[in-house]
């Protein structure tokens, strides 16, 4: 498997605000970020590959996933949004089997030490206060090389795991035929 | 070429001077910081999307306040907001009375908000034909075949030189108080000169994103400085 160009990262950024959206999106793409600006919680989740089942079992919404070709590196969204927020984002993203990995950072225009504290808890990496500044942008590079890192490790253990499978368990089609 | 020079300094004067009145934060520069040949007019766009905004938003608030039974909540939202895109384009004084305007939201104030709504469109009014008169004075160098991008990078070395009089320090810091008190007793030169300084200072930065403990720390130290350096005078 030959290393080809590294892909440039990609990140969704969810903001109600249109000006805050054009903001976060120029300072994403002055760090040479691939990015996709959305307005609503709910329609990142739907970007995402994520779907809210409308069926409600035992009074829980149930999230199903559908299969997602979209590759998102990371997510940024906004705090405080009308309908879904971004604390409800966040959670539904780290409840999700394909997307709990993904590293989400929260936005903020009000500074409650305790809203921070929540959003950390759920597994936001960052917080970042409004108005959001380079030097805030200028820390989401490690969080991506991290899960790149960790991604293409996995890859290499799945990749190692699968040529082990080829060899104690030829090709199983053969076998039928031979049968 | 003469006339050209002189209008880029008059640019950086009359922005240097928007930053030290306190109508323009450290967001702005920031903001200025992110056009480029490849985004020449990125400034003028996000601004006129706050014009656009703040005006849609100060009709709202003058709806809602004319009910006879007034939503307060619905107040709070659109003074939220407000303060969302003031402050994510530097338009500081206006950020500043929003805070006021959410308190008497908070309170159910009517009076108070009554007047707050007066204070924001009155400094909504203000940062508008400042900012519009700085675009012209841009367009008027271009015109003339000068270049702004040099007069955005003396911009930014002003803030620079506010920010570094601060030091590391946030506005998070407790430590800040102090550290304009330091500040001021080791600063020589007129009284006066360190009076406007450090005006300029507090105001350049962002005081909204204090706590209301920080702020009023700030603020009574900057009195008791100001009154001391008066008495110096």
Redesign the interface.
Known sequence: MAMTVEAQFHVLAVDD????R??IE??LK?SSFHVTTVDSATKALKFLGLVEDELRTFGNPVASEIHQDVDVNLIITDY?MPGMTGYDLLRKIKESKSLKDIPVVIMS?E?VPSRINRCLEEGAEEFF???V??ADVNKLKPHLMKSRAKEEQDQLFNNKRKDMEEIHCPNKTRLKCSS | MDGIVQLQRQLVDYTASLFHEGFLDDQFNQLQQLQDESNPDFVVEVVTLFFEDAERLLNELTKALGQPSIDFKRLDTHVHQLKGSSSSIGAQRVQGVCISFRNSCEEQNVEGCLKNLQQVKHEYSLVKSKLETLFRMEQQILAAGGSVSSVTTEVHHVCQRYTRSLGPYSLQNANLPNKLLRFSSTSTGHASALRTHLVGMVNFFQISKMSPGQHSKVVTLSKQILMHSNCMS
């Open positions: 605000s249109l000006i805050d054009m903001l120029r300072l002055t405080c225009s500074n206060l409004k108005p500044k380079q």
